[in-house]
């Protein structure tokens, strides 16, 4: 394992090239604002009927048909969705220059295959670990959201110094760069949000609230319970660990928390969790998402409905509404 800081910057690596950023969502916003504020020829490709020219243009950036931004390019970061990368990396590939490097925030697209990049391009990854807002608004304070590297393809044995360099550029290094490969990041990553950051802890707080709905106490109070303070102790974790969540709860928190934590979140759950790794990582998970694309999202939208007509949501938009400083 290396873990790249500043220090490790060569600063000459991507000095006067033209950086394209592909997309302009939360991610492509977020690394071309703060590429370009670190001093780089940035230029946005997005659709000229997009919503996204405009706001790319009233940021004050530099922004052109993807097709015809990547020409002359040294660097082109492909930053829109995942389902949308393989089309867009078709329409263009005929214009990106020989040598160039071609970046991905995640590696999906390339782990599974759906993307084969051309033998002369350095194919390399940076992934902030953090929506853009976060990769942004820290960038903006003097700080920086860490990010994986790595580097799948090194046509022209400098794949390694421009990643960093842009890596950089967005602010990384300040927070550090940890090594990686594209297989290592992609499966991970998948795992992190299915079993633990979305999946995991979004029917976690559902059945929470309902078991407590159900045996009659307030909705309201099932509300705050376990949604509305799981922020207190996600922000101690993220701040200091386990051990900071330990100093700032109760000793009765504590007890509860290590003798009936485990029989909620128990062999059962890990046996299922390995299940879900392992249809990641024989690419089931893929399959199964890019047939769910292709067939027109039905189950996907269906279970999305579902989910937000749950009644907590009810609840919780009644709740938030007296907290405005919420959306601040």
């Known amino acids: 394992m290396q873990i790249f800081s500043q220090k490790d910057v060569n600063k000459k690596a991507l000095k006067g090239a033209r950086i394209v950023i592909l997309g302009y969502g939360s991610q492509g916003r977020a690394h071309a604002l703060n590429l370009k504020e670190s001093g780089y020829d940035v230029v946005v490709g997005v659709r000229k009927d997009g919503a996204s020219w405009a706001k790319a243009k009233k940021d004050g950036l530099q922004v052109a048909e993807p097709a015809a931004?990547?020409?002359?390019?040294?660097?082109?970061?492909?930053?829109?969705?995942d389902l949308a990368q393989k089309e867009l990396y078709g329409q263009v590939i005929a214009n990106i220059p020989k040598g160039a490097t071609l970046l991905f925030a995640h590696g999906f697209n390339v782990h599974f295959k759906q993307i084969k990049p051309r033998?002369?391009?350095d194919v390399v990854l940076i992934a902030p670990k953090g929506p853009g807002d976060l990769v942004r608004r820290q960038y903006q304070q003097g700080r920086g959201v860490p990010a994986l590297i790595a580097v799948h393809q090194d046509a022209t044995k400098g794949a390694r110094d421009n990643a960093l360099a842009y890596a950089d550029g967005i602010g990384s290094t300040r927070g550090g760069v940890l090594t990686t490969t594209f297989a290592e990041e992609t499966e991970t990553d998948l795992f992190g949000e299915q079993v633990v950051l979305c999946g995991g802890t979004t029917h976690l707080v559902m059945k929470g609230f309902e078991t407590l709905v159900e045996a009659g106490y307030q909705p309201e109070v099932a509300y705050y319970e376990v949604l509305h303070e799981l922020k207190l102790i996600v922000d101690l974790l993220h701040e200091g660990g386990l051990a900071k969540m330990h100093q700032f709860i109760s000793d009765t928190a504590k007890y509860g928390d290590?003798?009936?934590?485990?029989?909620?979140?128990?062999k059962t759950t890990k046996k299922e969790m390995k299940k879900v790794l392992k249809e990641i990582q024989d690419g089931k998970f893929?399959?199964?998402?890019?047939?769910?694309?292709?067939g027109g999202m039905k189950k996907y939208k269906k279970l999305m409905n579902q989910d937000l007509k749950h009644p907590i949501e009810k609840v919780g938009v009644k709740l938030r509404a007296r907290m405005p400083w919420l959306n601040g």
């Open 69 to 81: 931004a990547v020409k002359g390019a040294k660097l082109v970061a492909m930053l829109v969705p």
């Open 119 to 121: 033998k002369d391009l």
């Open 258 to 266: 290590l003798t009936r934590g485990p029989r909620i979140v128990n």
């Open 286 to 294: 893929a399959r199964q998402w890019m047939k769910e694309a292709k």
